[in-house]
């Protein structure tokens, strides 16, 4: 298993899936409107990645760090590769907006307006008027000489750069203007063509009134430009006295960090260029020119301009997750049986329900809740106060290390402890990821225990936009090991022994191990092997060994892996019996569903974890079994859906690329679709909405499938 060519690297795996959210936005079959939404999400993520993992890399580079990952590459070397595949990836980025997206755009009444001159004369004195009233007054021109530095540029900021030349003492200079993230970049023009939306980007505007700025310089040349800087940072929480005020510092320095790459158009002049080289200290290397816009998240914006919404999926609106939308007296439902939560196909609002009614119940005497990541008006947070101003026992531990949330997640945390909420940052040297909340009752036959547990974050609003379970559930065992997690986070006391739940970063790879090693062991004995793994990324090493060698065995193993998967399907001698397939839709695939036949004593999982060595052993995550029969049947029928996917799931190929099946022969299907249906279908059988839907007319049981399937 130290063959370098038993696995892929992770970054050029990761690389691998936004290459699929490129190809959505080059389907002819998806709206137009969808289909620039995609193009943004492939630049926003773009972005993350050169902050967060090239970022790293170059940090182990200059480190002198040059131990090999699982696919045998240094840091270096992995550099190496990323850059240029990067450059090429914008290249297709920009090469997508330009021949595809902007023509089709225009035929469907929307016109970008790439340049200044394009402009009517009417649109002109617009502009114009809307530059001395709104834009101007918010500049703030830089201009550079012996007596004022370059400035610091913020990162992720567009600026537009210039040469000026100063006729009094004959010395052109450079200059630069940020374009201030506080007015709206993208600008509606008036048009004088029926039925036609024309809008121009700020910077446009800004770079053309330059002379403005500048009045006593004539403009030699001027051209937007935008950086990227390493954002990655560690904290050595064993000597941090107070970890929030750290936290805080070292947000204020990711504003400053290394440039590790810098956009500019790729018509800038060759002078402003080498001087923008210069004061901001980069190399060739890292400079991308760009035919286009640079920063094409703007086209979020786009999609949300009123007027096309029939070039757009019809908006999906989650539909209720009880019967009659009822979620009144929500212990007492629980108390019944258990609830499978199935978001965003079904409302987030017995999630919330679940805490509000919490926060106001007299016989409720504690809540105890992890947050990771949260809305700007969470109405969960909004809960936990009243309970606490209700004189509740609430504990709520904020990760005030979730990447990118970190300021967000600080200010949650001052405004609940002074609500009088008990609130802790969790384990040191560890990331709290897990998603549970436990309601502790006084009940007529004593103390009960009323637990949530999930795969995604208790946030309500990207619960419209990911696709995540939950489970709600009075189950003595779990409710017993929900307070054993509490007790851990806030007394480090470690449990003898867990009922139901598996927690890492001490048990749960253990316990994940144990299943496929089962299942493996079970072929070897000529019984029926089969796991189904649904999950964002895969790459430990000793999970994927353990996968291989099962494999080997004869067990039948389908993998439904998002984003990174470093593992290698259907070559033959080593895992044959492996297919991996990634779906890519409209909504963010975002749960983790584990499923072992165990010779037909079938066992379900769910929980926060993904099969990587963060979540495994750097992270407090918590796996849970579903084990009542109708649930357990309702998880198997999501699965078979998402395996017969053939519009939206792309199959990995022997050689690490992804591929969208051929359709010949086959039923189409968009499982996201599928569940959107259904659940409408669901919704208006109000009767029927708790009761498990069989698709065996379609589908054929998991348990019978076949390796030739």
Known sequence: MSDKNLFYNRELSWLEFDKRCLSEAKDKNIPIFERIKFLSITASNLDEFFMVRIAS???????????????????????????PATKEFMKNQYQTYNRSLVPLLEANGLKIVRHYEDLTPEQSRYVDKLFERDIYPVLTPMAVDSSRPFPLVRNKSLNIGALIYDKKKD????????????????????????????????????????????????????????????ADFSIDEEETADLLKEIEKQLKQRQWGEVIRLEVEDTMDKKLLKELKKHLDVVDRVVYKINGPLDLTFLMKVNGLPGFDHLKYEKYVPQPAFSNGDYSNIFDKIKKHDRLLFHPYYEFTPVIEFIRQAAVDSNVLAIKQTLYRVSGNSPIIAALEQAAENGKQVTVLVELKARFDEENNIAWAKKLEKAGCHVIYGLVGLKTHSKIALVVRREEDGIKRYVHLGTGNYNDQTAKLYTDMGLLTCSDPIGEDATAVFNMLSGYSEPRKWNKLAVAPIWLKDKFL??????????????????????????????????????????????????????????????????????VGNFLEH????????????????????????????????????????????????LKIQLADTLKAHIMQPDGSYEKQDLRGKVKLDSQMYFAEEARKRSAKPEDADAAISHDRVFIPIEAEESEH
């Open 591 to 638: 749960s983790r569903i584990f499923y072992f036949f165990n010779d037909g004593f079938e066992d379900i999982y769910m929980g926060s974890a993904d099969w990587m060595p963060r979540n495994l052993d750097k992270r407090v995550e918590i796996t849970f079994p579903v084990e009542d029969p109708d649930l357990k049947k309702r998880i198997k029928d999501i």
């Open 171 to 230: 010395v052109t200079d450079i200059a630069t203007v940020q374009v201030p993230s506080v007015l709206p970049r993208v600008i509606i023009l008036p048009s004088e063509r029926q039925g036609m939306t024309e809008i121009i980007l700020l910077e446009e505007v800004i770079e053309k009134n330059l002379d403005k700025l500048f009045l006593s310089y004539d403009i030699v040349c001027a051209h937007p430009y935008r950086i990227m800087r390493n």
């Open 514 to 583: 144990m299943l496929i090693n089962r299942e493996a062991e079970n072929a070897r004995q000529g019984k029926k092997a089969r796991i189904i793994a649904k999950m964002n990324s895969l790459c430990d090493p000793k999970v994927m060994e353990a996968l291989y060698d099962a494999s080997a065995a004869g067990v039948k193993i389908d993998l439904i892996v998002r984003g990174i998967c470093c593992i290698k399907a259907g070559v033959p001698g080593l895992s044959e019996n492996i297919s991996v397939r990634s779906i």
């Open 57 to 83: 890399l170059k940090d182990m580079k200059n480190a002198g760090y040059t131990k090999k990952d699982i696919a045998g590459m240094t840091p270096e070397e992995q550099l190496d590769e990323l850059i």
